[in-house]
């Protein structure tokens, strides 16, 4: 194969990597988040991160063993049934839709803030977001949550028992389509788990900085960086899905794509 082949060949994989995932989701419940003619994006990667049955590990073991020093999934550590119910698009619209929430942009270093009730955000701004998109043209339903206003909700959720010792958590909670996500950035330790949808995680330990650019998206990165990675600078990466909790560690880099149309809640502790 010549030059001018093998540039278009590579031309042609990244393309493909930015579209193929994207397919009619199939019908299911999902809390009304998706429909038939909503899209998603299909491929999941591969998971290199523990995955462990939330019985199985004792507070000790996890202070141990992840707490300071790795990422690990939990599944079945809580049972969050209301707090789901309670998250669908029918009651969350019905009890929260006139509130206004704070949109941001999802680039790494800057972030423009916009407000509008979550029905318009539902309505008009929670879609697919295009692979070429920059992050400051992304809103982002995540954070920025009035705790007053959404305190009915937050304490029906039922948040990972595991805590480092001297920190509390605080409550972040985002609804957001396909192919959005936030890009690199690290601050404190904590917990993330969806309600609905896919979410799939990549990190680096502190000592590691990722390659990116701060006003490029995940799904940029994922689909123009992620490819041409040596092995050794690989990230640690896995999807998670409703029923599994994520802990990542103090200042851990990370960057998050939805794969569906998601709702989901972090817990920080600080």
């Known amino acids: 194969m010549d030059y001018n082949s093998a540039v278009l060949t590579t031309c042609a994989r990244l393309l493909l990597l930015c579209f193929i995932g994207l397919k009619a989701a199939e019908p299911s419940d999902g809390g009304g988040w998706s429909s038939n003619s909503d899209f998603r994006l299909e491929d999941e990667g591969l998971c290199n991160i523990d995955v462990l049955d939330g019985?199985?590990?004792?507070?000790q073991q996890f202070i141990e063993r992840y707490a300071y020093s790795r990422p690990v999934i939990l599944r079945g550590l809580t049972d969050n049934t209301r707090f789901r119910s309670?998250?669908?698009?029918?009651?969350?619209?019905?009890?929260y839709g006139a509130r206004r929430v704070r949109l941001s942009?999802?680039?790494?270093?800057?972030?423009?803030?916009?407000?509008?009730?979550?029905?318009?955000y539902v309505d008009v701004l929670l879609r697919p977001q295009a692979a070429d998109a920059l992050g400051s043209e992304t809103l982002y339903f995540f954070g920025d949550n009035n705790f007053t206003e959404w305190q009915s909700l937050f304490e029906q959720y039922e948040s990972p028992p595991y805590v480092l010792p001297h920190t509390s958590g605080a409550y972040s909670f985002g609804i957001a389509g396909p192919g959005t996500g936030v890009p690199f950035h690290w601050h404190g330790?904590?917990?993330?788990?969806?309600?609905?949808?896919?979410?799939?995680?990549?990190?680096?330990p502190p000592d590691k900085e990722p390659h990116f650019h701060p006003n490029r998206t995940t799904l940029s990165w994922l689909t123009e960086t992620y490819p041409q990675l040596p092995e050794d600078e690989a990230p640690l990466e896995c999807t998670i899905r409703p029923g599994e909790v994520l802990?990542?560690?103090?200042?851990?880099?990370?960057?998050?794509?939805?794969?569906?149309?998601?709702?989901?809640?972090?817990?920080?502790?600080?």
């Open 55 to 59: 019985s199985s590990l004792s507070h």
């Open 105 to 120: 942009t999802a680039n790494t270093y800057s972030y423009r803030k916009v407000d509008v009730p979550l029905q318009e």
């Open 189 to 204: 330790p904590g917990y993330s788990e969806v309600i609905y949808g896919r979410k799939r995680w990549f990190l680096y």
């Open 247 to 270: 802990y990542f560690p103090d200042r851990w880099w990370h960057a998050t794509l939805n794969l569906d149309t998601s709702v989901f809640i972090s817990t920080f502790l600080g």
């Open 86 to 95: 309670s998250c669908s698009r029918s009651t969350l619209l019905e009890d």
